[in-house]
């Protein structure tokens, strides 16, 4: 449902196994991991809090929307593509604030007065000026405010300047999917990766690698902590653009009729560079175009920057299999994603923003009245 931040406190109505089922508010359930959560003590109660004010403010080069909350409320962000917002929505609180304080240089993120869809669920709409959006982030400020940091539109439509994570799927004691014949997705997604790295440096981009040889990229252990590790390494990266690599399979019984290729998105914002990608890689490699799929995959729930996931070929089909073992196929699949990449950006960067016309309203002397007085 969400991703929240530490030191959110929520409501525990049972427990089965290793998960708690939480309320969010009283229309909406949801389950977490115990892994994630710390008990409060017996007798601590979890009164409405109370949404008391917002400003947005522009920061160094994000436009910040500050909520003042009476608490470290759970809350959720949903983001529209048309029309270009973000919707969100506080559980566990009401608005009570009088004001919405707009400060100069914010015209890219025009908050609408809060709704209160229930007595416990506000939800606030920001419209977002700018067609094409790149990424925010949503935290607690340390006295415990929500904070939504959003990103402004690209600069210019080059590859060059821009910063690109790039994580090479599996490694090091994951080998992947392993092919009829032995080849290691892993290795497949690392010579791609690297191929593409030194084609965007190429391009004047700045690249950075969740990993750069045949290694786990996390501390050991579970699938879930490489995978976090991996999160955590590219959001540090402040990427403008975050590509996982990977090489498909399915079961033996299915090998000789799956091929092509696939890319997957999960945020909206994340939809047109995985059409631009799955396109280019599709025409580099001559693989049938399979689909664009939106599916929660671990690396691409987070919202810093549009994040996107292609599958190039299938390692489990024999005819790719042998395909992924030639290193002109491997430079061509990266040269694929690299002309998706320098597609998206293109695509994405827009003319120099338009102040959108806003109503003329006349104040009236007098308070507003209906027909009947
Ligand atoms: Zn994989």
């Known amino acids: 449902m969400t991703v929240l931040p530490s030191g959110v406190k929520l409501w525990a109505i049972g427990r089965e196994g290793s998960w708690y ?5 009283q229309a909406l359930d949801g389950w977490i991991g115990a892994s994630n959560i710390r008990e409060l003590d017996a007798g601590v109660t979890l009164d409405t809090a ?20 009476t608490d470290r409320v759970p809350f959720r962000i949903r983001q529209s593509v048309f029309p270009a917002q973000l919707k969100v929505d506080l559980f566990r609180c009401a608005a009570a604030q009088e004001a919405i304080h707009q400060f100069p240089g914010t015209v890219a993120v025009r908050p609408l007065p809060p709704q209160q869809l229930a007595s416990d669920w506000a939800e606030i709409t920001l419209d977002l000026t700018n067609a094409h959006q790149t990424g925010y982030r949503a935290y607690f400020s340390s006295s415990g405010h929500l904070i939504v940091d959003i990103k402004g539109p690209f600069a210019s439509a080059s590859v060059a300047g821009k910063r690109v994570a790039i994580d090479p799927g599996h490694g090091g004691p994951d080998s992947g999917a392993v092919g009829p014949t032995g080849l290691c997705e892993k290795d497949a997604n690392l010579a791609i990766s690297m191929a593409l790295r030194q084609e965007l440096l190429s391009a004047g981009a700045e690249v950075f690698m969740t990993r750069e040889r045949d290694v786990a990229v996390g501390p050991g252990g579970s699938r879930g902590a490489e995978l976090e590790a991996r999160v955590a390494a590219s959001k540090a990266a402040k990427a403008d653009l975050f590509i996982s690599v990977h090489n498909n399979a399915v079961g033996s019984g299915n090998a000789a009729k799956a091929y092509g290729t696939e890319t997957y998105y999960w945020t909206p914002m994340s939809y047109l560079p995985a059409v631009t990608i799955q396109e280019a890689v599709v025409a580099a490699l001559g693989t049938r175009d399979r689909f664009v799929g939106w599916q929660r995959f671990y690396v691409m729930r987070e919202t810093d920057c549009p994040r996107v996931l292609v599958e190039c070929a299938f390692v489990s089909n024999p005819q790719e299999e042998q395909k992924l073992r030639a290193p002109l196929f491997l430079h061509q699949a990266s040269r694929g994603i690299f002309e998706g990449i320098r597609a998206y950006f293109a695509a994405a960067v827009q003319p120099p923003s338009v102040t959108p016309a806003v109503p003329q309203i006349e104040l009236l002397p007098t308070p507003l009245v209906g027909p009947k007085g």
């Open 21 to 25: 089922k939480v309320t969010l508010c």
């Open 50 to 69: 109370r949404l008391t004010d917002m400003s947005v403010s522009a920061q160094d080069d994000v436009t910040r929307v500050l909520f003042y909350l």
